[in-house]
């Protein structure tokens, strides 16, 4: 099994920044990627970005160039740096870890609430 435990989410003005942290303990062997989800009341959730132990990188369109993921999966440790935030960012966003390939990762935090409002 592995815990997650994720970190800084908040209240934010449109246009501002926030950077979440997350950090996996336990039996860690089998993932290869670390992540972040998010959902929004009303909605799916959904993939924001993603990290593989080798560094590859991916972002879902809605955030590309405005957040970036970065972090040492071997070492449990994800950052979700987030700028040019929007109302539309807001948020319930979850740190979670499995396999690259994966649809859905295999674990989850218990998510951090982001909360973009003037």
């Known amino acids: 099994q592995v815990q997650l435990v994720e970190s800084g989410g908040g209240l934010v003005q449109p246009g501002g920044s926030l950077r979440l942290s997350c950090t996996a303990s336990?039996?860690?062997?089998?993932?290869?990627?670390m992540g972040w989800y998010r959902q929004a009341p009303g909605k799916q959730r959904e993939l924001v970005a993603k990290i593989s132990s080798g560094s590859s990188t991916w972002y879902a369109d809605s955030v590309e160039g405005r957040f970036t993921i970065s972090g040492d999966v071997a070492k449990g440790k994800v950052y979700l740096q987030m700028d040019s935030l929007k109302s539309e960012d807001t948020a319930v966003y979850y740190c979670a870890a499995g396999r690259w390939s994966a649809i859905v990762f295999e674990f989850w935090g218990q998510g951090t609430q982001v909360t973009v409002s003037s």
């Open positions: 336990g039996s860690r062997f089998s993932i290869n990627a």
